[in-house]
């Protein structure tokens, strides 16, 4: 303890405030970690706020992202994501995306990333019109059209992954949802889907795949979608397993959106299984590895109160919520709000760390962490895992060869590596930086995860501070 202090005092740093207790063996340090109950605005995951804009046949309609709006979802709400559905009025009856268009999509990702946000994105032709059911014609798009407006939109979403977290199939029928279609199934009778239909949507789902990177995902509005186009049995035996997550391939980048989520025992068509149970196992074991989000629909007690609710998203493995629709549903939940705010998605503890004291420049040296993901799911894209050196005059990082997707919720993961200490002598701080894999946002503390420990973060550079300080001599 005393050298550990005294290595502090040399840097003339502090340390954090109940952020670790250490217990000295010789040559080696470990320290138990506190944890925050704070709500954390974390990338990728937590409740989301709906944005959309349109685009008329006159080139009306467009409503550019606001930065200042979307800073605020971050400073104030702890919110750090948005749902941007680019509506496309003007293009259901024409091939070619004008570039002023185009032009406003770049920018608006260009918003967003200044902002310190993230996007889910959808592309949608049409909102209903007035009436229920909604008359017809809906107003999308026939499936030769849309692959024609993916392939023009593969440059900006491919220059802009960065600041999009997933892609929502969309394109398809109202609201980009996939039911009340012209062109994809019967517009008479939306149920009516003929093996052309679904040949159709296969090819709408594999072109939006092309036009991401391999490591992008994309999410479907309902598990037989995926089940359907990709040849799956429901249940858990048709879910994704460990070995073939993030392989790259289809099964593996299609995750899911429930966006009528606890309205009714089937969500209002989102599980066509019998029994209905066989879809929810079918999304629990996917969704292990796969987005799952959404937003609620309508009251329907007690499934939609708290307690069912909670446990669902658990089971469900819930990454994001729409917090602006259904309030009705939201407001039941009262102070649990709070629960959710922390819950959704993954939330990573710091539980203890041994590591080495000292050793010489270029020398061996041990760290081994116990992290606990209390969150309700893993981050479903890859990230870059730092162990930081930090003096007075230097940063040194490595890079470690671990994969926080693989940090499942309700366990805790034991991290051991052996790394090489810096060349120059000195006494450095140790941080852990889990950072954005995108090279333009990795220095950008807004896409790094913060623990949820207290005194561990550094807001001005996004690492979180083990509390150890090593010595090299």
Known sequence: MKRLFAGIALLGLVLPTQAAVASSNGSKTTLTYTTSSDVIANPERGFYHHTETHYYADGSGYVPLDLTTLRDFRTQENITQILRVFYLEKFASQDVLDKAYLDKVRADFRTAR????????????????????????????????????????????????????????????LWGEGYYTDHFSDPADPSIVTDQNWADRKAVTDALLRALPRDRMIQVRTPYMKQRMYGLPTGATGGLDAEHAYD??????????????????????????????????????????????????????????????????????????????????????????????????????????????????????????????????????????????????????????????????????TLTQQVNAPAVPGQYRLLLNVADASPRLQGNPAYSIHFANVGTWQPATGYNDLGQVVTVR
Not at 367 to 374: E, G, K
């Open 114 to 173: 200044a902002a310190g946000v993230k996007t889910i994105v959808r592309f949608a032709y049409a909102l209903p019109g007035e009436g229920w059911p909604p008359p017809t014609p809906y107003g999308d798009a026939p499936v030769a059209r849309v692959l024609k407006h993916i392939a023009q939109l593969t440059p900006i979403l491919r220059e802009n992954a960065d600041a999009i977290e997933l892609v929502q199939q969309g394109f398809i029928g």
């Open 248 to 413: 790259g391939w289809p099964v593996a980048r299609i995750g899911h959106h429930n966006d009528c989520f606890l309205a009714s025992p089937d969500d209002f068509g989102t599980y066509l299984s019998d029994p209905l149970e066989l879809d929810k196992d079918f999304v629990a074991q996917d969704t292990n590895y796969l987005p799952e989000g959404g937003e609620t629909c309508a009251v329907n007690s007690p499934r939609s109160d708290w307690p069912s609710a909670s446990e669902e998203m658990a089971r469900l493995h819930f990454s994001f919520l729409n917090t602006d629709y259904n309030q009705d549903v939201l407001n039941t939940w009262g102070d649990n709000i709070t629960t959710a705010k922390k819950q959704l998605g993954y939330r990573f503890e710091l539980v203890k760390g041994t590591f080495t004291d000292s050793t010489r420049p270029h020398g061996k040296m041990t760290v081994s962490l116990d992290i606990r993901n209390s969150g309700w799911a893993a981050p479903y894209n890859p990230r870059k895992v730092q162990l930081i050196f930090q003096s007075a005059k230097h940063t040194f990082k490595v890079t470690l060869p671990v994969d926080p997707r693989r940090w499942a919720s309700g366990t805790t993961t």
